[in-house]
């Protein structure tokens, strides 16, 4: 990939690194969106109310104030209400509400031309602001509003209005595309910071499952991502004292690696959490208990054959029902009972800690 590629369509970034970063880039812009058109739209009412209690210099503006407030207030709320369930909504809605106030800009160019084009000067500055996106996009939309700007100031301007037009208008948009590659590379580069401050704040970067403050954090609220039942899983990894001691950390690592990615590919990385040196719990949303237990008896079979041991408890709680804590104990105490009878056995009595 080359730099300029790399420049354009993906923030300096890498494609992967990128690619990575689009959710936290859409909840950015989201933010953003709902802070600029909530203003925006305030602005214009101001505006709008402003030249009717004056009578003054731009009445002729009313109407078209009134237009962007309602567009405005239609971006927020749509913004504010469905983007969080319908993500997909929000680069549109950015972009809908950038071409817009440029519409808004080169409409007052066409009603005022006795005046340079200040209205859209500022708005070249401030496009590269509102949201986060690839950057030849935002280059691409200055360049296509800077062209009809500097046809409109040529077919309705003065000349020497028009000149000034067309100057102002292709030097800030030079500036605003420098900003937007700039702007667009530092927020990426933030963004891509505080996905690993957060990784590291909420992953057990040995095994790749979830830490436990994160599992204390989202715990709680498994019951609620249910819409018939939960499954709880509480492993215990068999002989892990005795394996460090025996052959070293880095072989417990290893046995550790193993079987946190055994769980992870049966629950996924979001709902495996080691909660101890060698205890996890996994959960299962809507999974049948009968389901869990035969895939956790495929795993265990595996690790064994790797030379490791695994005691699970399973229990599971319908929804409207279940009482979480009380599952994790009931599934905590199971898994005991089964590390119990696993260290009764002549082979591994002497392990038993």
Excluded at 70 to 85: G, Q, Y
Aim: hydrophobic residues 50%; proline residues 3%.
């Amino acid at each position: 990939m080359g730099l300029l590629e790399r420049t354009l369509l993906y923030a300096g970034l890498d494609r992967e690194e990128f690619n990575a970063l689009k959710d936290d880039a859409l909840a950015e812009t989201r933010r953003s969106l709902r802070v600029y058109s909530l203003f925006a739209t305030f602005l214009f009412i101001a505006m709008a109310l402003f030249e009717l209690a004056t009578n003054g210099h731009f009445a002729q503006n009313i109407g078209i104030y009134f237009v962007m407030s309602a567009i405005c207030a239609f971006v927020w709320a749509v913004t504010r209400h469905m983007a969080p369930t319908h993500p997909n909504l929000i680069l549109p809605l950015a972009y809908l509400l950038v071409t817009t106030m440029y519409m808004f800009a080169l409409i007052l160019t066409m009603l005022h031309t006795d005046l340079p084009a200040v209205t859209f000067i500022a708005m070249l500055v401030l496009a590269p602001f509102l949201f986060t996106d690839r950057p030849i996009y935002i280059i691409l939309l200055n360049i296509a509003a800077t062209a009809a700007l500097c046809v409109l100031s040529w077919m309705f301007k003065p000349q020497s209005l028009a000149i000034g037009d067309e100057w102002n208008g292709i030097t800030l948009c030079a500036v605003s595309v420098a900003a937007a590659i700039f702007q667009r590379r530092l927020r990426f580069r933030a963004l891509a910071q505080a996905r690993q401050i957060r990784y590291l704040s909420e992953a057990d970067v040995l095994t790749g499952a979830k830490n436990r403050n994160k599992y204390e954090q989202v715990a709680a609220g498994y019951p609620s991502l249910c819409k018939r039942a939960l499954v709880c899983a509480f492993a215990d990894v068999n002989g892990l004292h005795e394996t460090n001691n025996a052959k070293g950390h880095r072989a417990g690592d290893v046995m550790l690696q193993a079987v946190g990615k055994a769980l992870l590919d049966r629950f996924g990385s979001e709902h495996v959490y080691r909660i101890g040196g060698d205890e996890f719990v996994a959960f299962a949303p809507d999974a049948e208990e009968a389901v869990i237990e035969r895939d956790l008896k495929r795993i265990s079979a595996a690790l064994s054959a790797q030379g490791y041991d695994i005691s699970v408890g399973v229990v599971s709680g319908e929804k409207g029902s279940m009482d979480l804590e009380r599952m994790l104990a009931d599934a905590e105490k199971e898994m005991y009972r089964k590390k119990e009878l696993y260290y009764q056995q002549p082979e591994h009595e002497r392990r038993k800690r």
